[in-house]
């Protein structure tokens, strides 16, 4: 029980790490598993789990590669650019020979291993694609390509290596054609069934909204059974074609499936990982040997150039990115699960090199993800092929109010795109010399066309509470939820709580519990300004309140680093000296009150002070 706890709270626990780093989580997953298994002797899988080992990653590898297949559209691939559709075709097939070649000359493994080698690690994958793009934040065009062709050459290359795995499995029969012909059929069959059925349940309401998840786990679980067990090794295929089906299918609910199973698969492969990375043994990568580095060098230097200059042939990118493109290719998820699955069936039927291929896996696995993360950005500014910082502002709503804040964030050299549906309101904020988006932020047109280069925050502003709640869902993943922030309108303000959408919809409230839109707008149109101060160590924050009295609102603060922090309901926020401090100044009339009040108490509280001193 304490290794199972132990398992499990580290997988989770590097799933953060990897978000605080901006780092594939594989990595700190393979190390630590790494760490607690051949390095310390904690986790010892095959003892703890005894025959149920296989069981469970056959399941579990079905289950993500059944989640990876969902997100493939197959009318996204057609409206593809050409260089993608050339990378994830021939591209990946010539990547796969390069690599299967040189295993075969450098390791020693026979032909059918070595192009089971290739296929599994020709996959990218967008579980390390994402994270490093995160970082090295390369510019749109080349984002997309990597970022496109990691979603696609998932299942696809998963596929291929079932493919591959399938006709080595089929020649331990003298039959076999015959025996990876039944492989296709029945595991295509199965797949193409089971779809059909989900999905026919599913349009016609025949399951209740609560059963939707677990319906399709427990379904995708017995396809993949009861394939493998009408023909061996079927199963993988039968669940990767139900996820294609379904995942292009009209009119099925899918959504909430495949946030389930998104969850499910981020579990499952925090655990997966761990285990199967105790299970390597050292004394493999001796057996390996220098070959293993050859390979290694042939991934990086010669196959993913020799693929990227193949499929770019005739494109218009510039040498300069098509080295970028050449060098940042790490292996992840798919590559390291299904090659100690197909191991362990492997080693039983007694293949030779068997033993080798999770190792040699590994090695190109940590070995990709270490090297690109570390050198990808460096290499990134200096082919002058990346983004500047996401240091702007995406502001929903070309209101007064919204227009404003653009202008103040603006004139501090941030970057700010305004949306709205409003024409009007559109055309005034550009004729302020404001960027803008005519459209709807949370539209599929606004996912292709707004161009968020250098956008890391949101501030949903308009005066519709729904659109700035559904605004601020949409991007709590692009920006993360620290940086989706919202303004209270009038409406919400003492609002029933039944009436009044919930924080984590609407994100954290812009600049005050008792600021609203309204409020900001009669303010601005009563004569307020917004201005920035540079507070010093004999004029502090405090000092700077106690000038402007209860009608400052401040709103937002430069560190000394230059870095924007924002005023919000719950953030602690104390400016220091040196910062620069942002408000909403209140009107010339109210600052005059304020200071006069000043004046008449200092005064009285002087005269209190003569009239007590002694004589």
């Known amino acids: 029980m304490i290794t199972l706890a132990v398992i499990v709270v580290v997988g989770i626990g590097c799933q953060w790490l990897a978000w ?24 010892q899988p095959d003892k703890l789990f005894g025959a149920m080992l296989f069981p469970m990653v056959s ?14 559209r197959l009318s996204e691939i057609k409206g593809l650019g050409r260089v993608v559709r050339n990378l994830v075709t021939f591209g990946a097939v010539l990547n796969a020979v390069i690599i299967a070649a040189a295993t075969h000359w450098f390791v020693g493994f026979s032909w059918q291993m070595a192009f089971l080698f290739g296929a599994l690690v020709s996959v990218t994958g967008p579980t390390v694609i994402v994270p490093l793009l995160r970082t090295v934040r390369p510019i749109s065009s080349l984002a997309n390509i990597l970022r496109w062709e990691g979603i696609i050459i998932d299942p696809l290359g998963a596929l291929m290596a079932v493919l591959v795995f399938e006709f080595i499995v089929s020649g331990q029969d003298h039959q076999e054609l015959l025996v990876f012909g039944k492989m296709l059929l029945i595991g295509g069959a199965a797949g193409a069934a089971a779809a059909y059925g989900l999905a026919t349940v599913l349009r016609r309401h025949l399951l209740p909204e609560y059963l939707h998840n677990v319906t399709t786990l427990a379904l995708v679980v017995g396809v993949f059974t009861g394939a493998d067990f009408l023909q061996h090794e079927s199963g993988l295929l039968a669940v990767t074609v139900m996820g294609m089906m379904l995942g292009n299918m009209k009119n099925v609910p899918m959504e909430d499936i495949l946030d389930f199973k998104e969850s499910l698969s981020v579990l499952l492969i925090s655990l997966l990982f761990i285990v199967l990375a105790a299970r390597v043994d050292f004394k493999l990568f001796a057996d390996v040997g220098w070959g293993a580095a050859l390979v290694f060098f042939v991934v990086l230097f010669i196959a993913r150039p020799a693929m990227v200059l193949a499929s770019t042939l005739g494109s218009k990118l510039k040498w300069r990115e098509r080295v970028l493109l050449s060098w940042v290719a790490p292996r992840g998820i798919v590559a390291a699960a299904v090659s100690a699955l197909f191991a362990l069936r492997l080693q039983d039927l007694g293949f030779a090199g068997a033993d080798l291929l999770v190792p040699l896996t590994f090695m190109v696995i940590i070995g990709t993800v270490v090297v690109q993360s570390a050198t990808a950005r460096p290499l990134a500014n200096r082919l002058k092929v990346s983004e500047p910082e996401p240091r702007g502002v995406l502001i929903v709503g070309a209101n007064p109010v919204s227009r404003a804040i653009a202008k103040a964030l603006t004139e501090k050299r941030f970057r700010v795109v305004i949306a709205d549906t409003y024409w009007e309101d559109v055309r005034t904020a550009r004729m302020e010399g404001l960027a803008t988006y005519y459209g709807n932020v949370v539209s599929e047109h606004a996912d292709r066309h707004l161009d968020l280069v250098g956008i890391g925050r949101l501030f949903a502003m308009s005066r519709r509470p729904a659109l700035n709640a559904l605004a601020c869902t949409r991007y709590k993943n692009e920006f993360g939820a620290n940086n989706v922030y919202s303004l209270q309108t009038a409406e919400e303000k003492g609002a029933p709580e039944k009436q009044v959408i919930a924080t984590h919809f609407a994100g954290a409230r812009l600049f005050g519990e008792n600021v609203t839109h309204t409020k900001l707008a009669s303010l601005i149109g009563q004569g307020a300004e917004i201005r920035g101060t540079q507070l010093t160590e004999t004029f502090d924050y405090a000092s700077y309140c106690e000038k402007y009295g209860k009608g400052l609102i401040p709103l937002f603060a430069l560190d000394g680093r230059g870095e924007l922090r924002v005023f919000y309901v719950g953030g602690e926020l104390e400016p220091a000296p040196g910062w620069t401090v942002v408000s909403l100044l209140p009107p010339e009339g109210e600052k005059r009150e304020h200071n006069s009040h000043k004046e008449t108490a200092a005064s009285e509280s002087g005269a209190e002070a003569t009239d007590s001193a002694p004589a």
């Open 20 to 43: 605080w780093f901006k780092l594939p989580a594989i990595l700190f997953l393979l190390l630590s598993g790494l760490f607690l298994g051949p390095v310390t002797g904690f986790i």
């Open 59 to 72: 399941l579990g590898v079905a289950l993500i590669l059944f989640e990876g297949s969902l997100t493939l």
